[in-house]
């Protein structure tokens, strides 16, 4: 690019530019213009709903090719669980709750339909005449979070059967509890006495015991420091009294411990047989709640 300057009249100038070739006059007293880059914008692209990325870049033949695998797979999987939840509602009539469960929940696997997950919770509760399967707390907790439709169909066959097991299991458990916290009251009295009979002699032995090697180190110490026997025989002596009343100190750690333990299990239901039905009736209306959704 060349630039050359020409006197137009005694006043102007006139700026020549030459750029591959050609040449532009420009008043060399006019103002340059400002070439001004306008802000770049933002393209906002909106994908649409059904927008796969699997399918970018295929060619025609090849994206026509793979929509007809997905709807050849699709309606496969549609008579798949079709075939399923068919045979899981004819082993439910038949009454083989558990081959229909099964078939249930293989159902379920294909396609997210309530009718699969209703026929889940039928199973389980033999056609909405047990309640035993929501004993178990997990399984109650399932069923909580198992969808709105599922769970209305089942509470509606059999809100009023749960409620009567939860009542009867309260009922049950009333007097129970009364024994067993009235049992647990009467053994811990003399439980404790008995956990702190023994923890006064462990730490008396233990005393003794530190005092003894206390006895046994010193007199050691003085041994090589005299010509006296004295410092011998009282290491000796402390020693044999300091091994005898680590031998009473272990004996009295066993018997503190059992005596400590007593006392664990006296706080625990599972330590009697009325506790250990009081535990179970305690964990049924717990399931129960959760399943009619009072917990």
Known sequence: MEERMIKRDESREVKLTERGGETDAVDALAPEETVREEPAEEAVVSLPDDYDEDLVGLTPTQLKEELERRERAKKAADAEYARLLSEGEARLGEGDYRGAEAFFLQA????????????VWAARTENYTSSACFFQKGVAQKFAEASEGARESLLGRMRESLKEELAECEREAEPIRARVEEGMQSRRGAFRANRRYYLVRFLAVLGCLAAFAVGCGVSAFFIPRTLSSAPVVLAAV?????FAVLCVLVYFSRKLYVAVRLCSDNEKLSST???????????????LRTVLGDA
Do not use: W
């Open 108 to 119: 379920s696997v294909y396609r997210d339909d309530p009718r699969a997950e209703e026929g």
């Open 238 to 242: 402390f020693g044999g009294l300091s």
């Open 273 to 287: 047989e009325e506790g250990t039905r009081l535990k179970e009736l305690d964990a049924r209306a717990s399931a």
